[in-house]
């Protein structure tokens, strides 16, 4: 995936011991198809040299206001004319309270201070420095004049010490900025979602589940996160890590991802049924491992699943539903009947054979004015077309 294709980013380092994540970071910024200018405090080249940012960025890095490079010693406007944002990674309490204070005495400052582009910065400290009452006036002064703050993160500090104010790890701060750019259609909205297998166990050592990857699942809920909801995933056994900024509880059988839905559903705006739930499950689990000596192949008898989908939609202040449809034949015909069945207004349908376990699907959207084909393309990609498709058709907050 190339999520920052064709973006400028100015990555602006200030001093800290956390320097040494945004090599790891700008690595990770142009392996998505971003052009990073790469610009340092001076402190900054204590932690780390402008010749690892250099190699790793493959473009100049730029350190000195008096830089003899720019012909027209106009570096402070050129770098961020034409960016699309700069990410200030790590930022140090000194740097984020002269950008408070709007003093431009070195490359980076004047250059946030001149930008004509968003401002995203990403603290890093000690937890005192960062609880300290002036560190905290800062950053309410930041937020008020819409400069975006990503995290800090919590957890052990270089000093040796525990707590909040480590800078947010590279593979998060990517997220964030890929986020950054997304558009916020479901802004404060909470949605709820299931995705991947549920697996109903035969005896303590043997399951029957159905086959999914979860990645459909997976792509969505980090879309929806990516378009400002608070997302929850209530998700069967998969391989697949959870998306950054996404709530995930882990489930195994039908049975406890009904109840986890369940219990969620009513603080939810947008439920979205993505799982592969087992419509049935054994009805005499054996309490002991069936032996293959004693017996004949044993016989098992199923009883029905609770259907998940069916009992949200019907809530009476429930919230807003989709659902999933893999058919393997007559899809038209199939998501039509199932969606009107479920009781819901809008199921994403695809051909199972031609998606499962792939990185790349093909989907439409039925509602009540027929089927909408979403055009082909990666899970993400389409993922991403599916939430704005969910926000198009939601309707006004409820409560
Ligand atoms: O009922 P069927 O499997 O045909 O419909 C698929 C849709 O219903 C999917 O959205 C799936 O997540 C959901 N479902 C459910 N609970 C079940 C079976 C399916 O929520 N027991």
Redesign the pocket.
Same mark, same amino acid.
């Given at each position: 995936m190339h999520d920052l294709r064709d973006r400028r980013i100015v990555l602006g380092l200030s001093g800290g011991i956390a320097c040494y994540k945004s090599a790891e970071l700008v690595r990770r910024m142009i392996e998505q198809g971003a052009t990073v200018d790469v610009v340092m405090t001076d402190a900054a080249t204590h932690f780390i040299t402008p010749v690892t940012m250099q190699a790793l960025s493959g473009r100049p890095v730029f350190v000195d206001a008096w830089d003899a490079r720019v012909p027209n010693n106009m570096a402070h406007i050129d770098l961020t004319r034409g960016a699309d944002a700069i990410l200030v990674a790590p930022a140090s309490a000194d740097f984020m309270a002269k950008l408070v204070q709007g003093r431009a005495d070195d490359l980076l400052s004047t250059l946030c201070l001149a930008r004509a582009c968003p401002l995203l910065v990403a603290p890093a400290m000690n937890r005192e420095m960062w609880g300290s009452a002036p560190t905290q006036r800062n950053v309410t002064q930041l937020s008020a004049d819409g400069v975006v703050i990503l995290g800090p993160g919590s957890g052990s500090q270089a000093c040796g010490e525990t707590g909040d104010g480590r800078m947010l790890e590279p593979h998060q701060l990517l997220a964030e900025l890929i986020a950054f750019f997304q558009p916020k259609s479901l802004s404060g909205r909470r949605v709820l979602m299931?995705a991947g297998p549920t697996i109903e166990p035969i005896d303590p050592v043997r399951v029957i589940t159905n086959r999914s990857s979860g990645k459909t699942g997976y792509a969505i809920a980090r879309a929806a996160w990516e378009a400002g909801a608070q997302v929850t995933l209530v998700s069967g056994p998969t391989a697949l890590a959870v998306p950054y900024g996404v709530t995930r509880i882990g489930v195994e059988s039908?049975r406890q991802m009904y109840d986890a839905v369940l219990a969620a559903a009513p603080d939810s705006d947008v439920f979205i049924?993505?799982?592969?739930?087992a %419509?049935w499950r054994v009805a005499n689990i054996a309490s002991d491992k069936i032996k293959k000596d004693d017996h004949q192949p044993p016989a098992l008898e199923f009883v029905a699943?609770? %259907?998940?989908?069916a009992t949200v939609a019907a809530l009476p202040d429930g919230p807003w539903c989709v659902?999933?449809?893999a058919e393997t034949q007559l899809l038209s015909k199939f998501a039509h009947e199932?969606r009107l069945r479920?009781g819901i207004p809008m199921l994403v349908g695809n051909l199972a054979q031609h998606v499962m376990d792939a990185d790349e699907t093909t989907v439409s959207i039925f509602d009540d004015t027929g089927e909408h084909p979403i055009a082909p393309g990666t899970k993400y990609d389409v993922a991403r077309l599916i939430v704005q498709a969910i926000a198009k058709r939601l309707p006004a907050r409820r409560r």
């Open positions: 299931t039908a049924s993505v799982a592969a739930v %419509d699943n609770p %259907d998940i989908l659902g999933f449809a199932k479920k």
